[in-house]
């Protein structure tokens, strides 16, 4: 019997979106449907068989979105021929009920792994000020849970953080412009951190006013080369207390210098919290580039 050889396997690279309040995050759970878990079946759907390594790019938590999370795998060879892989692909992109939206699916070289696409990640965040008692108790409704789901109002509000003070747009920039560069970010994350260092860059940190079904808003974008745990939720909420002017915009110096997680501000929700996609993610070998997928109304 012939070894096993990596570059003999079926490898696929796989592009997708999901509305993360229909899922309690992307790793498995006990209970509760998973990113993991509806992607494995429907490759098992498609394929006839469990994927191997399935590996993601982005393990966002529970009620974050996304508009282009990654993913690669690998079966063994064989298990589909040359001239039926583009029937495979067709029945691994098929629209489903899932709750996987815009799927698409690419062989790759064996050397290809999630975790290493692209150079970064771009998150998108939405919150509005100002917001009536009326928005601001239909946004707090509380999560869904394992067995007991909880309702949940429609996508504008779901995906918009409303807060009751007015936000000062200028302000938020100016502390947002502290944060831009090579940092210490472990103030604005959540731990345990182990040995995993805690030094990030932020490419690009900008907020801009916007209009929508939510009506008038605050839109925070962020690029940077990797992001801790809640680290963009922590940047958020930072900036919205320094937007309701209870700090002002220097004093986000101070978790910076301190590492201290009671420096930085609060934990925005996940539910405002869309990843966009991957820097500068390399197509499969011999493929065409991956489309952008920055969509205005995520």
């Not at 449907?33 to 498609?46: D, K």
Request: net charge neutral.
């Amino acid at each position: 019997m012939s070894a096993l050889r990596r570059e003999d396997r079926l490898q696929l690279l796989l592009r997708f979106g999901y509305d993360g309040a229909d899922f309690y995050g992307v790793p498995n759970q006990p209970h509760g449907a998973t990113v993991q878990s509806a992607l494995t079946a429907r490759l098992c759907a498609a394929v006839g068989q469990r994927p191997k390594a399935l590996c993601f790019a982005a393990r966002t938590d529970q009620g974050v979105h996304a508009l282009a999370n990654y993913a690669t795998c690998w079966f063994p060879p064989g298990t589909v021929e040359d001239d039926a892989l583009p029937a495979l692909l067709a029945a691994i992109e098929a629209e489903g009920d899932d709750g996987l939206v815009g799927v698409e699916a690419r062989r790759a070289g064996f050397h290809t792994h999630a975790r290493a696409l692209g150079v970064g990640k771009r998150y998108r965040y939405r919150l509005a000020g100002d917001r009536p008692d009326e928005a601001l108790a239909l946004s707090a409704l509380p999560r869904p849970r394992p067995g007991r789901p909880a309702p949940r109002p429609a996508p504008p509000v779901w995906r918009t953080w409303q807060v009751a003070p007015p936000l000062e747009l200028e302000p938020m920039r100016a502390a947002a412009a502290l944060l831009v560069g090579r940092h210490d970010f472990r103030a604005f994350a959540s731990g345990p951190f182990g040995d995993q260092p805690t030094t990030r860059c932020v490419h690009q940190l900008s907020i801009r006013p916007a209009e929508g079904p939510q009506g008038p808003h605050l839109v925070v974008e962020i690029l940077g080369d990797g992001f801790l745990r809640n680290m963009v939720r922590v940047i958020v909420g930072s900036l919205a207390e320094v937007g309701a002017g209870l700090r002002p915009p220097a004093q986000l110096l101070a978790p910076l210098a301190s590492g201290q997680r009671d420096d930085a501000g609060l934990t925005a929700p996940a539910r405002a919290l869309t990843l966009v996609d991957l820097l500068e993610v390399e197509p499969p070998e011999g493929g065409a580039p991956w489309a952008p997928r920055i969509d205005p109304a995520a």
